[in-house]
T-cell receptor
Framework: SQQGEEDPQALSIQEGENATMNCSYK?????LQWYRQNSGRGLVHLIL?????REKHSGRLRVTLDTSKKSSSLLITASRAADTASYFC????????????????FGKGTHLIIQP | NAGVTQTPKFRVLKTGQSMTLLCAQD?????MYWYRQDPGMGLRLIHY???????AKGEVPDGYNVSRLKKQNFLLGLESAAPSQTSVYFC???????????FGDGTRLSIL
């Protein structure tokens, strides 16, 4: 079953604006990762944040993690048309938390559209 | 550096036919995974492997079999295809479990 749940399911903004996507999960985790998927392509890893980290940056990406609320957010600043894609969070469940199979558990994704 | 390569990219099958999807990675990764992606369902893990000669069931293993005879290859088999198996199939690999996964570009499979 899905561990992560992204919100919103779809988001449309103007180029240059910031885009924020949220992810909630159910079990204790070792880390949480964000991926991007362009139409017709495979997922591409963007950023990994460990359970003992609260915030991480990579270029125009900013990820926060609140383990007490079991939630994470992905912020894309100064969005570009090329950022149009689906974004997925994925969790690495902590062993013994009942989170499921070895490896990552993916959410259903947020579809982001950047209007030029 | 090719990364993860999936073949074929597209395939149409008739109900009851069998086929094998091939996945190859050139990153010397231990872990390999097969997912299916359906509209509104996100990615669901079918089977995975933690090393050469090992396989394990994921969330939705029924109707599929896998083999990992060589470290770089992970094969997904459909013995008797059903329309419910129409989907996009993704292969991925990672150095270890829980680490970032590298994905192929998918196999689009239609079962008529």
């Amino acid at each position: 079953s899905q561990q992560g749940e992204e919100d919103p399911q779809a988001l449309s903004i103007q180029e240059g604006e910031n885009a924020t996507m949220n992810c909630s999960y159910k079990t204790s985790i070792n880390n949480l990762q964000w991926y991007r998927q362009n139409s017709g392509r495979g997922l591409v890893h963007l950023i990994l944040i460990r359970s003992n980290e609260r915030e991480k940056h990579s270029g125009r990406l900013r990820v926060t993690l609140d383990t007490s609320k079991k939630s994470s957010s992905l912020l894309i600043t100064a969005s570009r048309a090329a950022d149009t894609a689906s974004y997925f969070c994925a969790t690495d469940p902590y062993e013994g938390s009942g989170g499921g199979a070895d490896g990552l558990t993916f959410g259903k994704g947020t579809h982001l559209i950047i209007q030029p | 550096n090719a990364g993860v390569t999936q073949t074929p990219k597209f395939r149409v099958l008739k109900t009851g036919q069998s086929m094998t999807l091939l996945c190859a990675q050139d990153m010397n990764h231990e872990y390999m995974y097969w997912y299916r992606q359906d509209p509104g369902m996100g990615l669901r893990l079918i089977h995975y492997s933690v090393g050469e000669g090992t396989t394990a069931k994921g969330e939705v293993p029924d109707g599929y079999n896998v083999s990992r005879l060589k470290k770089q290859n992970f094969l997904l088999g459909l013995e008797s295809a059903a329309p419910s198996q129409t989907s996009v199939y993704f292969c991925a690999s990672s150095l270890q479990g829980g680490q970032p996964q590298h994905f192929g570009d998918g196999t689009r499979l239609s079962i008529l």
